[in-house]
């Protein structure tokens, strides 16, 4: 069931917020040991908010689309009264006195806050696999990872836990786990949802949004959460629009621009068919499919890891004494960013914006591009490299090949479930757009999805 | 290539050998990709920090 149906069926009383409530904590209850998708269940607190949205919509106070909806945040956002751990020994027992701007507005959106959601270790990584608060598991396959950082997110929304969790997105964190699970998720412009009460992971590449079982769910939870926020020095004063896409809209006149290099290299079985078949059904809807070239994104990667090591280890440096608590992947990489020099991470910077204005070229030919959001499925729990006809790469850098440079530049980017692979695993496509064309992005995700299968995890 | 070694004893950071080897490996690559990049950045270029001087309604 997606948040639209549900809301439909709140609305004609043919069920109630505090019963979707408790399907969703029987179904955390019976589910979660298996998956670890949440840090923390907050069952009272949500039972209660379920009563007064049920006695709200009763009174005829009706707060939306979101209103009565059980959803999730992934444990970097913060809640009164809720530990925020993020995913880190070090802040297990930080019990804030206040609200995320995105908690803040869920809630005045109506939505009812069920737990918070498990993700790797600081955010910091790509498999979920926390040391502190259990290994995450892909639904779709129990021995194999959900991806990350935002994995507990991806995880408790395509096991059915939750209509919808928030996530956040530093160099991927939102579109990889989406794509491993089979769920969607939107990484909107930098500046469009607040990072406010967020615990960062960088200053200038950490973007929020949400993962959801729909286009148009996520597009219902962007339109809520969306908007300038004072408390943000980096939120934007763009006008907020109406996100939620027609059903099965149609893409005339739109170009759709799909790379002739580097995001269809090194990908394993099926995900090249997956995602030119996704092209066709956007021709289907009335699209015009473009071949475009993109510029050096293997060395933009390299570029936005500069960033994101020195300025990780910024936020990071006055816990480095308790180094020996974080899991070894986390600290390599903040020690490695303790290394670098200013005139390193100041160079990278330099780079950052000659980068964006050579690939932002590409945005005068089309309306958005379209890539594979990963060049692998699920890798298994505890695999470190990936193996290709003409040499090996590390699982990191290289499942965030066509993620990760896209943070830099703060672009909107969105990753679909557009199919299996061979051994029945879910493959994302990933549409790209130039800032602030979230709408258009979302109505090109639903026209595909209103034209592909949907996909079910197998029963837990 | 700086000496990834000396710097991380420069800063106090006292790494074990894994470590060091696994930091200097990773660093080493990305390095050399950024100083093959830097060499062409234009004089002018400015690094892309978001920074605003804003006026303060609270100064006299």
Redesign the interface.
Same mark, same amino acid.
């Given at each position: 069931m997606t948040i639209r149906e549900a809301a439909a069926l709140l609305r004609a009383r043919r069920i109630s917020s505090v019963e979707l409530t408790r399907v969703a904590l029987d179904r955390i209850a019976r589910c979660d040991d298996r998956l670890r998708a949440f840090i923390t269940v907050t069952a009272e607190e949500a039972l209660a908010a379920a009563r007064r949205s049920d006695r709200e919509l009763a009174e005829g106070r009706d707060r939306g689309p979101l209103h009565g909806i059980p959803v999730a945040v992934k444990d970097v956002f913060v809640a009164r009264g809720v530990r925020t751990t993020c995913g880190s020994k070090i802040f297990a027992d930080y019990v804030p006195d206040f609200d995320a701007a995105v908690v803040e507005r869920l809630r005045a959106a109506g939505a009812v806050l069920v737990g918070k959601t498990n993700l790797h270790e600081l955010a910091y990584g790509i498999t979920s696999s926390n040391p502190h608060y259990g290994a995450v598991r892909n639904p779709w396959d129990r021995d194999r990872v959900p991806g990350g950082s935002s994995g507990g997110s991806a995880a408790a929304v395509a096991a059915g836990m939750v209509f919808m969790a928030m996530g956040s997105d530093t160099g991927g964190s939102i579109r990889i786990p989406a794509a491993w699970c089979g769920v969607v998720g939107l990484k909107p412009t930098f500046g469009r949802v607040s990072r406010y009460g967020v615990l960062p992971l960088d200053f #200038?590449l950490d973007h929020m949004g949400p993962l959801a079982r729909s286009v148009h769910d996520a597009a219902l939870v962007l339109s809520a959460v969306a908007g300038f926020d004072p408390r943000d @020095?980096?939120s934007s004063r763009y006008p907020v629009e109406d996100y939620a896409p027609p059903d099965d809209p149609s893409l005339d006149g739109l170009r759709i621009g799909l790379p002739e290099n580097f995001y269809f290299t090194r990908v394993a079985p099926g995900v090249t068919e997956a995602v030119h078949q996704a092209a066709q059904l956007a021709e289907q809807a009335g699209a015009v499919i473009i071949p475009v070239r993109v510029p050096d994104v293997a060395?933009m990667n390299? !570029?936005s890891? =500069?960033i994101l090591?020195a300025e990780a280890a910024a936020v990071m440096q006055p816990y480095m004494d308790r180094r020996g608590e974080m899991g070894e992947d986390v *600290? %390599?990489l903040l020690?490695?960013g303790? %290394? $670098? #020099?200013a005139a @390193?991470y100041?160079?990278?910077?330099?780079?950052? *914006? $000659?980068m964006?204005d050579e690939y932002r070229k590409v945005w005068r030919e089309v309306h958005c591009v379209l890539t594979p959001t990963l060049p692998i499925p699920a890798p298994r729990l505890g695999q470190t490299h990936l193996q290709w006809e003409d040499g090996t790469e590390d699982l990191r850098p290289g499942a965030t090949r066509f993620v990760r440079a896209i943070n830099m530049f703060g672009w909107p980017a969105l990753s679909l479930p557009c199919g299996l692979d061979p051994q029945g695993l879910p493959l994302g496509a990933q549409i790209i757009g130039p800032p602030f064309s979230e709408a258009r992005i979302l109505r090109v995700a639903a026209a595909l999805e209103a034209r592909l299968p949907r996909l079910s995890p197998p029963e837990l | 290539m700086?000496d990834?070694r000396m710097? /991380?004893a420069a *800063?106090g $950071?006292s790494?074990p050998e894994d @470590?060091l080897a696994? !930091?200097e490996a !990773?660093?080493d690559? %990305?390095?050399a !990709?950024?100083c093959e990049?830097?060499a062409a =950045?234009?004089l002018t /270029?400015?690094?892309? =920090? #978001?920074f *605003?001087c804003e006026t303060d309604e609270d100064a006299l």
């Open positions: #200038s @020095d980096t060395a390299q !570029v890891r =500069i090591l *600290r %390599l020690e490695q303790l %290394l $670098l #020099s @390193d100041l160079q990278a910077q330099r780079l950052r *914006r $000659l964006r | 700086p990834w710097l /991380a *800063r $950071l790494l @470590d696994r !930091v !990773v660093l690559e %990305l390095h !990709v950024l990049r830097a =950045i234009p /270029a400015e690094p892309l =920090i #978001s *605003r």
